[in-house]
C-alpha cells in the first residue's frame, strides 16, 4: 500500500459512474437495477467504514452505491446494535434446532433454504473495469507534491460528530425486544367485559399494554435525550432487567459437552500466506461451488475457483493493527464453521473500526435446515460484542443492506435493534421509523428534519486529491496540467457521493 508523510495509507480508486442498468438478482429485472460504482486498488479500513456509512458496499474489489431513487429495488444500509441486541423466539428456535443436532445429531424434519446473507450482491455491476491500469497503480513510484497536496485529518468534524451521536451501548443485560421483533411474538391479555355491565365511564379508555409500554419507552428516551443534549434520532429501547439471559449464554447452552458432534467457529485472516487459511483454501473452494450450485442454481462455471477468488478471496482492505482496536486487527476474514473434521459452513466478513460488517455467507446445502444463515448471523453478532470489549467503539453489526421491496431479504429487520441510513442526509434512524414510509414507497428519505442536510457535503472538488502520473496531487492542480480536460462533472459526481472528507483522504486515479 502506498504511504502518506507520517507513514499514513493511501486508498486508490477508480470511479466508473453508473449511468448504465444491470440485471437485478432480487426481481430478476433485466436493466432495473442502477449503482454507482468504484474499483478500489486499494482501502484502508477507516475510508471503507465510512464509506459504507454513505450507503457504498464491496463485492471483491468493486465498491458500489446503489442508486436507491432509481433502482428496482432499493438497497439500504442496515446496522443492529450487537451491545444491545436480545434474541427473539425464532432466534432461539435456530439455538434449540443447532443443540438438538449437536447434542443428539437430530436433523430437522422442516427444510429451510436459510438467509444468505446477501447472497446476490456479486450481481452489482461489471465485475473488472477494463480501464483499470493495475500494474501501473501497483508499481507507481509515488511523488507527493507537498505544496500542493493539503494535510488531510485522519477524521474531521463531521464524523465525529456522527460517532458522537451514536446511542450509548447499555450493558448486555438488556430485555428482549420480541414485541418489536415479530407481531406473532406478542401475547397480549386483556380481561373480557362482563355481560350487561359494560366499560365503566368514570374511568379513562382502555389501552393495549404493547402501547402502554412502546410510550413509557419513548417518554424515557425523550427524557434521556433532553438531559444529554444529543440532537440524534433515538430508537426505543426497553428498560434493563437482570435476569435477562445474553446471546452468548444461548449459543453455549447449544454447543452441549459430550455431544454426538463438535462444532468449532475460526477466525482465518484472507491471507494466502497464513498457514490456516492456505491449508483449508480448496476445501473453501469446493464447499463455494456446491452451495452456488444447490441453492442459487449456477453453472460450474459460474462458481469456479477463479470466480470464488474474485468474489471472496479479493479484498482491497489492507490488514491493520491499532493499540485501541481488537486483538485480530482489521480487514477480511473467513469465519469457517467445522463440524467435526470438515468445513460445513464459511461466513465472509470484515472487521472495521466501528463494526463487524457481513459480506457473505456459503454453507453445505445438505445442513440447510439448521438455518446456517440465521445461526451465522447469531454467531457474529456475539463476535462483535467480544470485540467491543477490547474496543469500546467497535458496537456495531452490518448485516449489508435492507430491501424492504423484496419480502425475502426483510428478515435482515428481525435483528434488534437497528438502523437503516438516511439516503440523503445519511443520518441513522431507527428501523421502526423506517418501515411505514417503505409501505408507502420505496424510494423514502427516513430524516424527518426538513432543515437537516448531509453533513459531510462537498464543498471543495478542487481538494479531492487525485494520482496522476504517479504523482499525488489536488484536483486544482491536476485541472491546470490537463488544461483539455472535461471531467470536472464526473469528479463533481464522485466526490458527492463520497463526501468531502474522503476525497482529500482516497486517491482518484486519472489517466
Not at 214 to 237: C, F, M, T, Y
Not at 363 to 373: E, V
Not at 429 to 454: H, K, T, W
Request: net charge neutral; glycine share 6%.
Amino acid at each position: 500500500m502506498l504511504k502518506m508523510a507520517g507513514n499514513k495509507s493511501y486508498t486508490i480508486v477508480e470511479y466508473f459512474g453508473g449511468d448504465s442498468g444491470y440485471r437485478c438478482g432480487y426481481c430478476k429485472n433485466d436493466e432495473g437495477n442502477f449503482s454507482h460504482g468504484m474499483w478500489s486498488h486499494t482501502m484502508t479500513v477507516q475510508d471503507y467504514q465510512d464509506l459504507i456509512d454513505r450507503g457504498w458496499r464491496r463485492s471483491g474489489k468493486y465498491v458500489y452505491k446503489p442508486k436507491l431513487n432509481k433502482t428496482c429495488c432499493p438497497q439500504y444500509t442496515i446496522r443492529c446494535h450487537a451491545t444491545q441486541f436480545q434474541p427473539s423466539k425464532s432466534h432461539k428456535k435456530v439455538l434449540k434446532k443447532i443443540s438438538k443436532f449437536i447434542s443428539k445429531g437430530e436433523m430437522p424434519k422442516d427444510q429451510d433454504n436459510g438467509e444468505p446473507m446477501d447472497a446476490v450482491c456479486d450481481q452489482e455491476g461489471p465485475r473488472e473495469p477494463s480501464k483499470a491500469c493495475h500494474s501501473e497503480v501497483k508499481c507507481a513510484a509515488i511523488t507527493d507534491i507537498q505544496k500542493e497536496l493539503p494535510e488531510c485529518p485522519a477524521i474531521t468534524e463531521g464524523q465525529k460528530e456522527v460517532v458522537d451521536a451514536a446511542p450509548a451501548a447499555p450493558a448486555v443485560s438488556e430485555t428482549s425486544r420480541k414485541d418489536q421483533v415479530s407481531v406473532s411474538d406478542e401475547r397480549t391479555t386483556a380481561t373480557a367485559t362482563k355481560p350487561g355491565i359494560g366499560a365503566d365511564p368514570a374511568r379513562p379508555p382502555c389501552r393495549k399494554a404493547k402501547d402502554l409500554r412502546k410510550e413509557r419507552r419513548l417518554q424515557k428516551d425523550q427524557i434521556r435525550q433532553n438531559a444529554d443534549g444529543v440532537p440524534s434520532i433515538v430508537s426505543p429501547s426497553p428498560p434493563t432487567a437482570a435476569q435477562t439471559k445474553p446471546l452468548e449464554d444461548f449459543i453455549n447452552e447449544s454447543l452441549p459437552d459430550n455431544s454426538s458432534h463438535c462444532l468449532e467457529v475460526r477466525l482465518v485472516p484472507v491471507n494466502f500466506e497464513d498457514p490456516q487459511f492456505a491449508a483449508s483454501y480448496q476445501q473453501s473452494v469446493a464447499l463455494y461451488a456446491r452451495y452456488q450450485m444447490a441453492i442459487h442454481g449456477d453453472d460450474l462455471s459460474a462458481c469456479s475457483e477463479s470466480e470464488f477468488r474474485r468474489f471472496l478471496c479479493d479484498s482491497p482492505l489492507e490488514a491493520e493493527h491499532s493499540p485501541d482496536g481488537p486483538e485480530e486487527g482489521y480487514g477480511s476474514f473467513h469465519q469457517q464453521y467445522w463440524l467435526d473434521d470438515r468445513i460445513v459452513a464459511v461466513g465472509v466478513i470484515d472487521i472495521l473500526p466501528t463494526c463487524v460488517s457481513s459480506v457473505y455467507l456459503y454453507y453445505h446445502p445438505d445442513f440447510s435446515s439448521l438455518s446456517l444463515g440465521s445461526y451465522s448471523a447469531l454467531r457474529e453478532i456475539a463476535f462483535t460484542r467480544q470485540l467491543q470489549k477490547q474496543s469500546p467503539k467497535l458496537c456495531y453489526y452490518y448485516l449489508g443492506f435492507y430491501i424492504h421491496s423484496c419480502p425475502k431479504m426483510r428478515y435482515k429487520g428481525q435483528y434488534r435493534p437497528s438502523d437503516l441510513v438516511c439516503p440523503e442526509t445519511y443520518a441513522w434512524v431507527p428501523i421502526e421509523q423506517c418501515v411505514p414510509m417503505l409501505e408507502n414507497s420505496r424510494y423514502a428519505r427516513f430524516n424527518q428534519d426538513p432543515d437537516a442536510g448531509d453533513p459531510r457535503v462537498l464543498k471543495d472538488v478542487g481538494r479531492a486529491l487525485v494520482l496522476y502520473r504517479r504523482a499525488v496531487m489536488p484536483y486544482a492542480a491536476y485541472s491546470r496540467k490537463r488544461k483539455s480536460s472535461s471531467d470536472e462533472a464526473e469528479v463533481q459526481q464522485y466526490g458527492g457521493l463520497v463526501g468531502q472528507d474522503c476525497i482529500e483522504r482516497i486517491l482518484l486515479y486519472r489517466t
